[in-house]
């Protein structure tokens, strides 16, 4: 797909033939699951990407090549993707969780990385890259950590919502509200802001509201890549 202006609550999925989700165009991506496509799932893209899934593509979730993309990715989850889940990318990317890519979470990133959370990507979280800020290794406690299932080579998608024993929660810049590239939702679309500081990675922690004894059900789509 290669096209300007804006794609918002959608699919683009199983692309053959090498094909990738995105390919070229300079359209900002809007609650959207870019999922189990055979080439990457974005390419050469110079718009924004908000509150999106890139899961499950065959090759990388995001990719510049030779960093002649451009524009923010805020608030997505980049995970289980055959290769990496940033290369050669030049995207300012923004309270992202990026997680179960196979090879490292970025790879010769030159734009801003700040707020993320990175986990499982088994080659390690960044390399050759622009140093993160913000940002972590640690084990983030989700609801439910997505996995690979490599019996049969495919990404089982998870729930990347923080639980209340997460070290991001709370773990942001105090500034962070003055930040050009800062947002005032989740990929939720909940409060971005909530307790003292923001919090790391796509979801804000909403049970700070309540305290620790705070029941919700969470409701999310189903993003589960087999």
């Known amino acids: 797909l290669d096209c300007d202006g804006s794609i918002i609550d959608s699919r683009i999925e199983r692309t053959r033939n090498n094909g990738s989700g995105i390919y ?30 890139i899961v499950g593509n065959m090759v990388s979730g995001i990719s ?68 993160p800020v913000f940002s972590g290794t640690a084990n983030p406690y989700f609801f439910q950590p997505g996995y690979w299932d490599f019996l049969n080579n495919v990404w089982v998608d998870g729930d990347y919502h923080l639980t209340k024993n997460s070290p991001y929660i709370d773990a942001g810049d105090p500034n962070y509200a003055n930040d050009p590239n800062a947002t005032s939702q989740d990929m939720d679309g909940n409060p971005r802001i909530v307790g003292a500081h923001v919090d790391i990675g796509a ?14 059900v969470v409701v999310i789509a189903d993003h589960r890549v087999v």
């Open 203 to 216: 979801f804000e922690f909403q049970a700070a509201w309540e305290g620790d004894d705070f029941d919700a």
């Open 24 to 53: 070229g165009g300079s359209v900002d991506i809007i609650r959207c699951v870019v999922s189990s496509n055979n080439g990457y799932g974005v390419f050469r893209h110079t718009g924004d990407i908000e509150q999106s899934y």
């Open 64 to 131: 510049g090549f030779q960093n002649s993309d451009g524009g923010v990715v805020r608030n997505s989850v980049i995970a289980g993707n055959q290769e990496w889940g940033f290369i050669s990318s030049h995207k300012n990317v923004l309270n992202c969780t990026v997680t179960g890519n196979r090879q490292h979470g970025f790879n010769h990133h030159t734009g801003i990385i700040s707020h993320v959370i990175f986990w499982d990507n088994p080659q390690g979280a960044v390399v050759n890259s622009i140093t």
